[in-house]
């Protein structure tokens, strides 16, 4: 394709939609992502800071709660109300919310709450 006296290749996306009010895009979720190239956009907090999702540990999150004023250990509990949560997220979405991309984060969620289920607490 030529744009003025340039060429230029002409790539279509397949990681955005057109929301429906047709003024903006929405990103979608990329389902390729690499588990240890995962960051967070928070730190969580241990003797140091960790984002690396890899990197962060079931004691990182109680030592966030617990700075927070949350006390400690609060992760069983975070665990435990994670399903009801995303059912209570998902019934007050707009009907025209993409399914996909909703179903892609709270896929991920639901794994991560798993995830921390299953390291020892500390």
């Known amino acids: 394709m ?6 230029a290749l002409v790539v279509t996306r397949f990681d955005r939609v057109l929301h429906s009010s047709g003024r903006y895009w929405l990103r979608l979720p990329q389902e390729d992502f690499h588990p240890k190239k995962l960051k967070l956009a928070m730190a969580v907090h241990g ?6 999702v890899e990197e962060i540990t079931r004691r990182h999150f109680s030592m966030t709660a ?13 665990i435990t109300k994670t399903p009801t949560v995303i059912a209570a997220v998902g019934a007050r979405l707009p009907k025209s919310f993409p399914e996909k991309f909703f179903r892609s984060v709270t896929t991920g969620l639901q794994k991560a709450a798993q995830r921390l289920g299953k390291m020892a607490a500390e």
């Open 66 to 78: 617990h700075r927070c004023g949350l006390g400690p250990n609060m992760e069983p509990d975070i």
């Open 47 to 52: 003797e140091s800071k960790h984002c690396r």
């Open 2 to 7: 030529a744009f003025g006296s340039g060429k």
